[in-house]
């Protein structure tokens, strides 16, 4: 069974960096083909892509978040981590990891609420 | 503002059948696949479409999706109250060299 659970601060102060982790079971983030990829939701709002991460290393950023946006994976703990810099509370938003693969994000986690206030 | 658009809302009655439209353009839906996303009150968004019209395995068939030019559309038929969501189009973006999203579709089952 693939499962991806999000884990990081539910809480960041404005200028703070936020960092979160995707920790993936069910299969490997070496195996050709696949991704893990970044998406939030502010409250009441759409989804917006933020980051993709591929087996092989290759990243890919929103272009108007790039500056801000950085995308790692750790395979030996088959996780992937997100920093966003410089943290706004528009940037309040519930952020989901989610399996990249058939040209989709096709497996969601949870989610995780962070909430950008002084 | 989304880069591909969705009607806001969008309903039904039990047992119709109702489409969900989704505009892009030439760099994203023209030329690259669409899927289509399922989110439930307070879930996380599940996948509904890939592909343009490929279902995952246990998706029902009550939901389907095609594509013409740059705009796609999601078609549920024998509405059920269980439908009720919002309903999220994206596709690649070849421009942005990324995944974009549509606004969202709020389905209401009267």
């Known amino acids: 069974q693939i499962t991806l659970k999000e884990s990081g601060p539910t809480l960041v102060k404005p200028t703070q960096t936020l960092t979160l982790t995707c920790t993936c079971s069910?299969?490997?983030?070496?195996?050709?083909?696949?991704?893990v990829g970044w998406i939030r939701q502010p409250p009441g709002k759409a989804l917006e892509w933020l980051a993709l991460?591929?087996?092989?290393?290759?990243?890919r950023y929103s272009p108007s978040l790039k500056s801000r946006l950085t995308i790692t994976k750790d395979t030996s703990k088959n996780q992937v981590v997100l920093t966003m810099t410089n943290m706004d509370p528009v940037d309040t938003a519930t952020y989901y990891c989610?399996?990249?693969?058939?040209?989709?994000?096709?497996?969601w986690g949870q989610g995780t609420m962070v909430t950008v206030s002084s | 503002q989304s880069v591909l658009t969705q009607p806001p809302s969008a309903s039904g009655t039990p047992g119709q059948r109702v489409t969900i439209s989704c505009s892009g353009s030439?760099?994203?839906?023209?030329?690259?696949?669409v899927y289509w996303y399922q989110q439930l009150p307070g879930r996380a968004p599940k996948l509904l479409i890939y592909?343009?019209?490929q279902r995952p395995s246990g998706v029902p068939d009550r939901f389907s999706g095609s594509k013409s030019g740059t705009s796609a559309s999601l078609a549920i038929s024998g509405l059920r109250s269980e439908d009720e969501a919002d309903y999220y189009c994206?596709?690649?973006?070849?421009?942005?060299?990324?995944?974009?999203f549509g606004g969202g579709t709020k389905l209401t089952v009267l």
């Open positions: 989610a399996l990249w693969r058939y040209d989709a994000f096709d497996i």
């Open positions: 069910g299969f490997s983030l070496t195996t050709s083909g696949v991704g």
């Open positions: 991460i591929y087996w092989n290393d290759d990243k």
């Open positions: 030439s760099s994203n839906i023209g030329r690259n696949y």
């Open positions: 592909r343009d019209s």
């Open positions: 994206a596709a690649w973006d070849d421009r942005l060299s990324g995944p974009v």
